[in-house]
């Protein structure tokens, strides 16, 4: 039986991956322009609203499309690859069990230090589960229509720095 890949060390010393049948479907995921994403782009355009695409804010920090003109810079999370509180892993098996779990939290981290940065840089945060769009598409369009509403008061102007980044929960059940 091979080693669990946290026990199995590469050329440079760290963990490295087992590859594994039932992990292969991953190799070659898209990390933009997903199905999610584009169809919440449409969605957004056909409410009126303009964008860019993967437009770097700061180093290592490129949202999904921002709304240069409210400062608002808006991510589509996978439900995997975030750990949707619905959807996401709640526990991690086989030989790289470990590796995954370091992997997510890193994810998470690097989420909460980019909400982090923008908001510094006076940018409003909207973070959109994969799952939301799969569920309403027009319903998270207006997400983010009300969220450039929002960034474009002067009261959320001056409170978008300190206030934490908008990511709607995540739920399985229409909202009412």
Known sequence: M???????QGSHG?????PTEAGSHLRARRTKNTRPEVALRRAVH???????????????CTPDFVL????????????????CPVHGMKEYRGPNAELW??????NRTRDRRNDATLAEAGWTVLR???CQVRRDVE????????AAQDA?????????????PARPACSSTQRA
């Open 14 to 18: 760290k963990p490295t991956w087992v």
């Open 128 to 130: 959109i589960w994969e």
């Open 101 to 106: 779990r370091q992997k997510m939290e890193a």
């Open 152 to 164: 474009q008061r002067p009261s959320a102007a001056s409170a978008s720095s300190s206030r934490a």
């Open 46 to 60: 056909g409410l009126g609203l303009r964008f860019r695409l993967h437009q770097t804010i700061a180093p290592r």
């Open 68 to 83: 240069a003109r409210w400062r608002l810079a808006v991510f589509v999370d996978g439900c995997f690859w975030h750990g």
């Open 2 to 8: 091979p080693l669990p890949a946290a026990d199995r």
């Open 139 to 146: 319903e998270a369009a207006v997400l983010v229509q009300r």
